[in-house]
């Protein structure tokens, strides 16, 4: 059995070709990661960058699923294999922490730890007391209702946010858990806050936009290391 630092929640974010959906799924599904999240970006790069890099189009598609993390090396070789993601042009994958998630999301991951992990997540958040002033929230709803989280957001005291378009994956048994539809089109609000805003923000907007709502909600946060650009009073 895996001891308790390898059981904390981790977020896997894997940036690579859009040609990559149909693989990722199919690892994702082999590997019974059963949920995840998609939205389809631009690269910024100039052409001449991506002719080095051996990248033959910008667009991107990034992908976001949870993991506990003595699953990640097990992802992480699926991944190459699958998407050579080590080959020029293969893509990025990487893993960050999770300082906050609702508990059905808890459950689902690995049901008989819950309350270790929970602790795991508290730990990792006394680690990062004193280097850790920020929090960035990601927010996943049912499509059309990411302006209302946005008006939300804004009415309990955040300034600024984020939203993206993508969709929701995964597998039947995550649908069936978390009674959820599968394929769904989403709205994806990232919104950054001081950490001492996160508890009632996560409350806030778990109650108004969570599992149990019409909006399907999920919330997650993670902590951010360095930030330049905001104002104290955000």
């Known amino acids: 059995m895996p001891d308790e630092t390898q059981r904390r929640p981790r977020i896997l974010i894997s940036i690579t070709s859009t040609q990559s959906e149909k693989l ?3 690892c994702f599904d082999a ?3 059963p949920i995840f999240y998609q939205c389809r970006a631009q ?3 100039p052409s001449e960058i991506l002719d080095i890099l051996g990248m033959r189009e910008s667009a991107r598609l990034i992908t976001v699923s949870f993991l506990p993390r003595f699953s990640v090396p097990a992802v992480f070789e699926a991944m190459e294999n699958e998407l050579s993601v080590k080959r020029r042009g293969g893509g990025i994958v990487f893993t ?6 609702q508990t059905p999301i808890f459950s689902m991951l690995n049901e008989e730890a819950k309350e270790k992990i929970e602790k795991r997540i508290e730990g990792d958040e006394a680690k990062m007391k004193d280097t850790n002033k920020y929090t960035l929230i990601w927010i996943s709803v049912a499509a059309g209702y990411g302006d209302d989280v946005v008006e939300t957001a804004r009415e309990i005291g955040v300034g600024g946010s984020t939203m993206l378009k993508g969709k929701r994956c995964g597998s039947e048994y995550a649908a069936e858990y978390l009674g959820i539809t599968l394929q769904a089109e989403q709205d994806f609000v990232l919104i ?9 923000i996560m409350r806030t907007i778990g109650e108004r936009y969570g599992l149990n709502t019409d909006a399907h909600g999920l919330v ?3 902590p951010i290391d360095d930030i330049i650009g905001l104002r104290p009073e955000q």
């Open 31 to 33: 590997l019974r990661i």
């Open 96 to 101: 960050v922490p999770v300082t906050g998630i």
């Open 192 to 200: 950054v806050i001081p950490k001492e805003k996160k508890a009632d």
């Open 24 to 26: 990722l799924k199919k």
């Open 220 to 222: 997650i946060a993670m």
């Open 43 to 45: 690269g910024t790069a």
